[in-house]
């Protein structure tokens, strides 16, 4: 990871403490950041946080948290990468907490309300928390931000999301990512806590959207694996993306996202990585179950989770909460959670009834609310 830089800048100027001369923008920003979850990707935001602002890191493991805060390593996801010795890290919630101005949730969405609660009590009233997570809630089928406004009532609640792998970033590869905040003011601060020259972050008050798009982008991603796993050719993994953006798009639209949103970097952006690169699990998943593999003894092998396993029946019960019709999502929950092979997967998305392709993203027959699909 880059070097370290002050805290509390003020001025404009800039430093050059980055891997290859690559320089860092210093403005005016939170003194003071919590990220709760030191995966690969909690781990390296807190990394480049720790460079603007004091950062501490909650590890789960004081092992790990001793490692990061001693040894600056993370060796169980970031093993290659040396982090900043600005980054502190602990396994006290509370110590983490402690004067904590913004709190980054880099938690899965299984265990995000678990752990938000234990934290609750260390939260200062009206402090900003953002999620780092991408999926739904199963049960509640809440979004993380939903989840955020019913543990901690009173505290702005965001998402950073995009075309985001850890390896990378902590690499020092250029990257885009997005804040999703109605705070404006507060999603500016975050924008210039995180913005490097090799990391450029964009904000949008769509908080839905965003959303919506982070946590079905991983179900299509397992997809997308499955016809790679199958060896069904280029011309299959594009149709995959393309009508799982149409799946995307009409969901987030009906939820209350904004259409454009889904061709941005956190819709297509993110989708198109996840479903093609070598770094995205989901995908990684998706492979192994075309190759033939059962999901229980894909999983137990992975250190880092794949969110779309957990999150896939939750998105599909949500879209049929709303009327919204899902068929990619529907037979990647058969093959995961139902014991169909992926090749009848294909086989059932192939047969469907034919019908005009922007059907379900247009109004149809007087109703303005795009429910079916192809």
Known sequence: MPGQAGKGVTTTAESTSGPGGRVYRERRMVQRVAVIGAGSWGTTVAAISSLRARTVLWARSKKLADEIDLEHRNGDYLAKHRLPE?????????????GAELVLMAVPSHGFRRVLAEAKSAIGSGTPIISLAKGVEQGSLKRMTEVISEVAPGCPA?????????????????????????????????????????????????????????????????????????????????????????????????????????????????????????????????????????????????????????????????????????????????????????????????RRETKPELEGLTSQEGSSRPVSSG
């Open 86 to 98: 600005s980054l502190h890290a602990t396994a006290s919630l509370d110590e983490a907490l402690d």
């Open 158 to 350: 965001g998402v950073v999301t995009g075309p985001n792998f850890a390896q990378e970033i902590s690499a020092g590869l250029p990257a885009a990512t997005v804040v999703a905040l109605k705070e404006e003011a507060v999603a500016a601060e975050v924008q210039q806590l995180l913005c490097t020259n090799f990391l450029r972050v964009y904000t949008n008050p769509d908080v839905v959207g965003c959303e919506v798009a982070g946590a079905i982008k991983n179900v299509i991603a397992i997809a997308a694996g499955m016809a790679d796993g199958m060896h069904l050719g280029d011309n299959a993994r594009a149709a995959l993306i393309t009508r799982g953006l149409h799946e995307m798009a009409r969901l987030g639209v009906v939820l209350g996202g904004q259409p454009l949103t889904f061709s941005g970097l956190t819709g297509l952006g993110d989708l198109v990585a996840t479903c093609v690169s070598g770094h995205s699990r989901n995908r990684y998943v998706g492979e192994e179950l075309g190759k033939g593999r059962g999901i229980d003894e894909i999983v137990p092998e992975m250190i880092m989770v794949a969110e779309g396993v957990n999150s896939s029946p939750a998105v599909l019960e949500l879209a049929g909460r709303v009327g919204v019709e899902m068929p990619i999502a529907e037979q990647v929950v058969a093959v995961l959670h139902h014991g169909r092979p992926a090749a009848e997967a294909v086989s059932s998305l192939m």
